[in-house]
């Protein structure tokens, strides 16, 4: 019954549509990533702003808050849609698969063409979801680097000059608490010297003052971020972040090839099948040993070898 | 009849003119608020005068002195725990923050067991030494 409605599909002059989709497959998906950008289009868009706000969150929540964002925007719902025509692409991949299996003579035939095509439909999702991946990584660095920038520019504002005077104020303050309890015991034991109104209530303010700056220091959203459990600055944080987005970029081109000679892969079967060169004469190359993750590209391999 | 029509429609933007002119004007006027840096140093000054002064009793002297020690207390903690003077760089910050032992002259004095004159000539430069070393002389 599905083999007959997967036939339903072929239309009669079966080599020049054979041909016409090796000739697609082999130009359009050595450009399928390039194809695929434009595809995507404004309505996937994702535009983070390096804001000030985002620059004092501390660090270990910036990530937080930059995914937040992502996950709320046009290309997180684009690239969620494009998972799942994956996932129902892939489960039409494996019924094909079967069908061919169990089928013979000339629905076997039929069904190859079919299963072509629907690979080619495979390579063309997989295709933009790599863009959007892609997209989304080139976004993320952006805004790293940017955040960095602005990181960099504050705390570069500082000119030696004033570097200088707060060096020196800094010293001063350290001088006067060091200095402070000795210079109270003595300017105090004097009953002509009494405590002023300012001292009297600075001293009722300051245990206030320290529970609340104890709070402030035990509090989550005041920790530092931690690499293998090192603390970690802010800058580093945002620098390892960008090394992350690199590491994704560069996946997301491995994959690209591995796309690429799935296409090539597709070319050589859609010419095979236009010459009626018998499947089973393939070289089987289908190998299931490390058992890929589901969703990954690298799972799809086995329908593009050996059929 | 048309002189008040006339003063009826000018009056809405002339009243809003004038309210903005008497607003900058108050602003303009008003007395600028000295900061904590320059209140210690008006007192500072006012408390040398004093030490120096050759005009005033001993007892004259001694209270104005306490007076203003402890107002010079509060003062000298206020600027050092002003956090709006952090990085402010201006000639008078730079000025106080250079020499701690003459900019706050009653922790430093106490912290080095001198009193405020001693304490006060000793950074300027004029000791007992020195001022027994000196010679009348023509410049």
Known sequence: MKDRRYIAFLRPPRQAVLGGLALTVLAGLTLAPQLAAPA???????????????????????????????????????MVDVEDRIKRKRQTLEDLQAAVERAEGEIRTELRHQFLAEKKAYIELAAEQQSLRRRQAKTKIRLYEKLLGKLKREQGALTPQRAALIEKQDAARQRFEAARVQVDTKLFQSTLTAESKYAREYAK??????????AINAHPMNASAEIDGQAISKADYLRHLIAEGEADLAI??????????????????????????????????????????????TSAVGFFVGN | MRHTSRSQAVSPSWLMALLAVGLILAAAVQPARAGTLENMERERAMLLETLLSADMTVEEKQKHIRLSRTRLIDLERMVLRDKSLTGRNTPRVRAAFENYDLTFLIHASTEKNRSLLDHWLAEIGVSTQTLMNARAGRR
């Open chain 1, 40 to 78: 995507a289009g404004s309505s996937t868009a994702w535009r983070p702003v390096a804001s000030e706000r985002l620059i004092k969150l501390p660090a270990q929540y910036l990530k937080k808050a930059i995914d937040r964002d992502f996950s709320n925007s046009e290309l997180a719902n684009a």
């Open chain 1, 205 to 214: 303010n300051i245990s206030a003052i320290e529970t609340l700056v104890q």
């Open chain 1, 252 to 297: 997301v081109d491995q994959e690209g090839a591995i796309l690429g000679f799935m296409a090539k892969l597709v070319s050589l079967d859609a010419l095979a099948l236009s010459e009626d060169i018998d499947p089973d004469a393939e070289t089987d190359l289908a190998s299931d040993e490390d058992a890929p993750d589901a969703d990954h590209v």
